[in-house]
């Protein structure tokens, strides 16, 4: 029986490779390996162009990012530039508003000035003009005490109006 099991395994393993054989030599005749070198290329084609495509758009991406890092670089200038406007702008307005702060100051205080003179003078002029009233009105009592009533009444008025003029 080991014999008849050793031609047995002989022969399968006979028949095994005779049926790959058999395989291959059919594969051969229908071109499956040309049919698969074939979907192998197109396959690595297709993988090539993928990878060239995404190369581009690697390239493009990088492109774009510079364009995009230098637009940034030229809007942080600008806005440093902006802002250094603003600044001088109002540091410049700052200066504008206390010159002027200044100068309506000092008109109010010249203003003020002239309202006092102006009220030093019209107190003087007050002043004399009731000095004047009294200075009158103590002459004529004067004079009619010392002239009496045989003096001219003409000569009384003159006098009178000649010493406003004067005080005055």
């Known amino acids: 029986m080991e ?3 050793a031609a047995f395994a002989f022969d399968a393993t006979f028949y095994a490779l ?8 059919v594969l051969m005749l229908t071109g499956a390996p040309k049919m698969v070198a074939r979907t192998l ?3 690595a084609a297709k993988i090539r162009k993928e990878l060239d495509d995404a190369r581009s758009l690697r390239e493009e991406a990088q492109a774009l990012l510079a364009t995009y890092q230098r637009k940034q670089r030229d809007a942080e200038k600008e806005a440093e530039a902006i802002v250094e406007r603003a600044k001088a702008e109002a540091k410049r307005f700052a200066e504008e508003s206390r010159a002027a702060l200044a100068a309506q100051v000092e008109r109010r205080t ?5 309202k006092i003179v102006q009220a030093q ?5 007050e002043v004399r003009a009731v000095a ?3 200075a009158i009105a103590a002459s004529r009592r004067l004079v009619a005490d010392r002239i009496g009533p045989t003096e001219d009444a003409e ?6 109006d000649e010493l406003k003029g004067r005080l005055n």
Do not use: Q
């Open 18 to 25: 005779v049926g790959l054989v058999l395989f291959l030599i």
């Open 41 to 43: 290329d197109e396959r």
């Open 132 to 134: 004047t009233d009294l």
């Open 121 to 125: 003078n019209d107190a003087v002029a």
């Open 155 to 160: 000569v009384i008025a003159r006098s009178i």
């Open 110 to 114: 010249k203003m003020a000035e002239a």
């Open 3 to 5: 014999e008849h099991a």
